[in-house]
């Protein structure tokens, strides 16, 4: 069976502690544990993660480091991310959320997960991501919630 990378947005880690999202976040992270998928966060998870409650970062510490994959924050991510800005498919107080699926697509990872159903997870976004991506010769990005990825 294939391991798949996701990309999980810093609002996965705090889904951890929202009765909304709580089962569905749990359990990604438990899947990511059990290896079922690699986990790719960047440097705009760490900083976002940085800001969050402690219970929040801890969520991150108790992995595995042998299924996280870290991406550092480079030019070519800060291209795709403006490209984003520039076409219109999130503000520039969005800018992090753009920096997720920049780093994503650049990392080439299989899926995004997210619970941020505003700006990513969202089937205009998504296809307006898809469309930069292949105007810049980025393959389509997969955004999806992680109820949509996990086994229940």
């Not at 976002?48 to 970062?57: C, D, F, S």
């Not at 650049?106 to 997960?113: G, I, L, N, S, T």
């Amino acid at each position: 069976m294939k391991k798949y990378s996701i990309y999980a947005d810093t609002s996965v880690f705090g889904g951890c502690f929202d009765v909304e999202f709580e089962k569905e976040s749990k359990k990604l992270f438990a899947e990511v544990t059990e290896g079922k998928f690699a986990l790719v966060i960047s440097t705009t998870t760490l900083r976002e993660l940085h800001k969050a409650p402690q219970r929040v970062q801890m969520v991150l510490s108790e992995l595995p480091p042998q299924f996280i994959e870290f991406i550092e924050f480079t030019e070519e991510i800060g291209f795709l991310r403006d490209k984003y800005l520039e076409a219109g498919i999130l503000s520039p107080s969005s800018i992090s959320d753009a920096e997720h699926i920049a780093t994503a697509s650049v990392a080439q990872v299989d899926f995004v997960v997210s619970w941020n159903f505003k700006h990513i997870v969202h089937f205009e976004k998504i296809q307006s991501f898809q469309a930069v991506n292949l105007l810049y010769g980025y393959k389509p990005i997969n955004i999806y919630s992680p109820k949509e990825v996990v086994e229940l």
